[in-house]
């Protein structure tokens, strides 16, 4: 399984900044996720964050809004642009192996944040 | 696309008591099943998985099984403890393809001593 970071673990930002969360994995992985988690619900794929070209968004997710970055295989960065109170929420990114079961996905510990 | 509905939003059992969470698929062309353990303020882990080509898959006080014709798989904890309390999340996965999972809703379980 890959070993997964991430920082920050939270943070507390005033509206209309911009916070960077960066994800590290500890081996060369094909593929990573980026996902919101609202409180009690569960898991929303923002994007594909794709090596060497640009990430794929799902539905309701744009780039101006939540920019990805991928420049190697092993990681990749989530910026929340221009935040709102609505941008509250635990944001986790995810790998999945180079071999193996690609279909399992590993998770990272998620940065929790609060926008004032 | 795919939508995976999971029953029951909340479980309560007590120590000792089994504890069943039922999940439904819509796209046949899915073929893998995760389950993750979410505990309050940690990430999701991966308990236990089952692929279309097997009914059933154990691992010690856990089981998970699948019917490909009625598109439902159900995650199963026997003898349960405290420490099984968490959310737990189904999801459903086309291999060979995006290899994206979508998920299910999440059942909280909670397990009185």
């Known amino acids: 399984s890959a070993v997964i970071s991430q920082k920050p673990s939270r943070d507390i930002c005033q509206r209309g900044t911009s916070l960077t969360i960066q994800c590290q994995v500890d081996?060369?992985?094909?593929?990573m996720f980026w996902y919101r988690q609202q409180p009690g619900q569960s898991l929303t794929l923002i994007a594909t964050?794709?090596?060497?070209?640009?990430?794929?968004?799902e539905s309701g997710f744009v780039i101006d809004k939540f920019p990805i970055s991928r420049p190697n295989l092993t990681f990749s960065t989530l910026t929340v642009s221009n935040m709102s109170p609505e941008d509250s929420s635990i944001y986790l990114c995810?790998?999945?192996?180079?071999?193996?079961?690609?279909?399992?996905?590993?998770f990272g510990p998620g940065t929790r944040l609060l926008v004032l | 696309g795919e939508n995976v509905e999971q029953h029951p939003s909340t479980l309560s059992v007590q120590e000792g008591d089994s504890a069943v969470i039922k999940c439904t698929y819509s796209?046949?062309?899915?073929?893998?099943f995760p389950w993750y353990k979410q505990e309050l303020g940690k990430r999701p882990q991966l308990i236990i998985d089952?692929?279309?080509?097997?009914g059933e898959k154990k691992d010690q006080r856990i089981a998970v099984t699948l019917n490909k014709t009625a598109k439902h798989f159900s995650l199963h904890i026997t003898e349960t403890q405290p420490e099984d309390s968490a959310v737990y999340f189904c999801?459903?996965?086309?291999?060979?393809?995006?290899?994206?999972?979508?998920f299910g809703r999440g059942t909280s379980l909670i397990v009185h001593p």
């Open positions: 995810s790998a999945d192996p180079l071999s193996g079961a690609r279909e399992t996905q590993y």
């Open positions: 081996s060369q992985v094909t593929m």
């Open positions: 964050a794709n090596q060497g070209s640009e990430a794929t968004y």
């Open positions: 796209d046949s062309a899915s073929n893998y």
């Open positions: 089952i692929r279309s080509n097997v």
């Open positions: 999801a459903a996965t086309t291999s060979g393809g995006s290899y994206i999972p979508t």
